[in-house]
Structure formats: C-alpha cells, structure tokens
C-alpha cells in the first residue's frame, strides 16, 4: 500500500495536468463539441511535451 501511494504521489504532477486538461475539454464540449476534441487534443500534445521536458530529470 505504501508502494501504491508513493508512485501515486511521484506523479502527482502528470495526473493534475490530465485532471485538468480534462476539465477544460469538457467544459470546452459543452459550449460545442468539435471545439472541445479540439482542446482536448492540444492539451494532450501540451502534456506530451511537458512530459518529454521533464524526462531529463536524474531521481
């Protein structure tokens, strides 16, 4: 259990930044769907690249 919750917490980060680009593109498809897969879908690309960047970092 302590397992689950350290790797939880070592990537607390990731799972905010997927929480809220989910928010967003959520919110985004009820004004109009197409614009919220579009949001979701840049989000995502957003995410992949703040991943890659941080990818570097020696643990």
Do not use: R, Y
Request: aromatic share 6%; with cysteine; charged share 5%.
């Amino acid at each position: 259990m302590k397992q689950l919750v350290n790797g939880f917490v070592a990537h607390l980060p990731e799972v905010t930044l997927l929480a809220g680009a989910a928010a967003v593109a959520v919110g985004v498809g009820m004004l109009c769907l197409p614009a919220g897969v579009i949001t979701g879908g840049v989000l995502a690309m957003a995410g992949a690249v703040f991943s890659i960047w941080g990818a570097g970092d020696g643990k």
